[in-house]
């Protein structure tokens, strides 16, 4: 058990209190219990495999793995199935893959606890990859990818990372594409599968309240122990000048995106940049959408995004304008990130006050305390949830100042050109 302080305000902090537990099986399965006076409970296994640890002929097998999983068992050989077993007691089943992992997890009432556990270590330890699934999930996969491509909103994070970066994997999408997945085998799907859906290269954790939750895990995960080397991402060298990539697409609006290396989660700065992304990019109160919106009247659209994984990391600004404000939008982004060298101590005072709320607020949702801790045992240490907040506390202005100079001289700038 480890405690935190919750500051309220400045002067009076409220206990706010950690009980995780985590526990190694015998054949490597990781095991983070956090309890959690709920109805609820959560079950999330992440397999520590995403886009990132594909070669070049891989190209979105983890996401399509992830689908093909939901699509029948030995003991449930059907999608509806598989649903069923939760959607009738109430509950939610779900999965996602990113650049790093794959998650798949569920939510019930704590007394279905083991259904919960069971279904998904059904999914995860005994697909059957049928071809007439495969076939079917590749024009499934096909759809999703032309809704992304159509909707410049997700679209410009695809080029954005494209283009940003060079060497590391992160810069391919997750579904890889169509091309790729066209590709697909069974033979092939099947191999992925074998080589990291293993215990040593799994976490799960749980959420809520519940007893005996290592016993009926060891019961339902049974799988052998296996020895799992991981690829190693390609080092990412910096920028030395500002690229702008411009694509014209049959849209109103124009969408702009200013792209910036950064750190992975483990670095000190990610803290910093944490503070840097709330100043500039909070609701309505922002510094980006107060000048670019409130002030202006450029933009409906307009904020930031800061990106901290396990092996890369990027900030970024957008905005939504006319296609005529497209280089006045930028010139007001990169200003207000020049502004910040000289940041007064109330304003980042009352960022960290900003972050502390939001963050504990979040974790108030079992499912994403669940995934936070996941991601966090990835990244180092599933304990860094508790310190998380400690060092953001620890920033100083000395710290913005000179990450803007660090990070923030060159850019990549994505142009999606409306009428």
Known sequence: MFSLFIAQNPYKPKKYTFFMQKVVLVNGLKILFEEKKSSSVVVEVMINVGSNQEEAEERGLSHFLEHILFEGTTKRPTNQLISQEIEKIGGELNAYTSNERTCFYAKVLKKHFTTAVEVLADILQNPLFKETDIKREKKIVLKEIDMVLDEPRFYQWILLQKYLFTKHTCRYPTYGDKSSVLKISRERLLQYYQKYYVP?????????????????????????????????????????????????????????????????????????????????????????????????????????????????????????????????????????????KSLSLEDLAEAKVAIEGEYYLDLEDSQRMADQLLFWEQAHDAHLLKRFIKNIRKVKKGDVKRVVEKYFKNYVMIVLEGK
């Open 200 to 340: 040593n290269n799994m976490t799960i954790s749980i959420v809520g309240e519940v007893k005996n939750w290592k016993k009926i895990i060891e019961n339902q995960f049974r799988l052998p122990g296996t020895l799992l080397t991981r690829k190693k991402n390609s080092l990412e060298p910096s920028y030395t000048k500002t690229k702008i990539i411009r694509e014209q697409k049959k849209i109103s609006n124009t969408y702009l995106a200013l792209g910036f290396k950064t750190v992975s989660k483990k670095n000190h700065d990610a803290y910093v940049l944490e503070i840097i992304n709330t100043l500039l990019g909070r609701g309505q109160s922002g510094r980006l959408f107060t000048e670019i919106r409130s002030r202006q009247g450029l933009a409906y659209d307009v904020g930031t995004q800061h990106i901290a994984e396990v092996s890369y990391g990027y900030f970024a600004a957008y905005a939504c304008v006319d296609k005529k404000n497209v280089d006045k939008a930028k010139k007001l982004i990169l200003k207000e990130l020049q502004k910040l």
